[in-house]
């Protein structure tokens, strides 16, 4: 199958592609987003996804904006509006949970490239004929590398990042399944870490999933 690609897109694919894993933020706050991201970035996790469940989510977005080397974009968008508002606070991507497809228009208005969720290969299928620049397998850990590896049979040119119970006890798997990489929230930047700015344990867990992935 086949995809039209909006202008960024190849920049979104190349980043996962090399680094293999993404950084999901939720939590109350984040206390100091442009230093998180830039250690996150620093520490090989460049693609950091800021989720609209966090009260100041465009905010923190914003101000991470400008980190050199990291791609910083807005994760549960699930409406034409919420797409427009963090385009305009300067997304680099979109991120939707599900089949969001009202997302697709803002962003290719503005050249964003969008990831769209997916689990059933019927919504593999839509994404792809949306134009996701990856689909996103949520929530990944219902099913597990196995139910990757088993969509892959049927769609092994789609680019499938797992995202929902990731893990760096499970990354390497779903990574041997056929993921071109993975979205990872809990498990890679815990709430407490996120809210009260605990870059070293951030640091140290960014670390520690680089040298997982490493080892395949």
Do not use: H, W
Not at 149 to 170: A, I, Y
């Amino acid at each position: 199958m086949s995809s039209a690609r909006t202008t960024g897109d190849e920049s979104l694919a190349t980043i996962l592609a090399e680094d293999r894993i993404a950084a999901v933020l939720r939590g109350r706050e984040v206390s100091d987003p442009a230093a998180l991201t830039r250690a996150l970035a620093t520490a090989g996790i460049r693609c950091v996804e800021f989720t609209l469940t966090l009260p100041d989510a465009v905010e923190a977005m914003a101000e991470a904006r400008g980190v050199v080397d990291a791609f910083v974009g807005a994760g549960t968008v699930t409406t034409a509006a919420e797409a427009e508002r963090v385009i305009s606070a300067g997304a680099q991507f979109v991120v939707s949970p599900g089949l969001a497809l009202d997302v697709v228009g803002p962003c290719r208005e503005a050249g964003i490239p969008f990831v769209l969720g997916a689990y059933t290969p019927s919504e593999v299928m839509a994404a792809v004929r949306a134009g996701s620049a990856v689909v996103k397998l949520f929530p990944a850990g219902l099913g597990g590398p196995r139910y990757l590896r088993d969509l892959r049979g049927p769609f092994p040119e789609v680019p499938l990042v797992p995202s929902g119970g990731v893990s760096v006890d499970n990354v390497a798997a779903f990574l041997a399944a056929g993921a071109v990489a993975a979205f990872a929230g809990s498990d890679l930047v815990p709430r407490e870490a996120v809210e009260n700015g605990e870059l070293d344990g951030l640091v140290a867990r960014a670390k520690r999933y680089r040298a997982v992935i490493a080892e395949r």
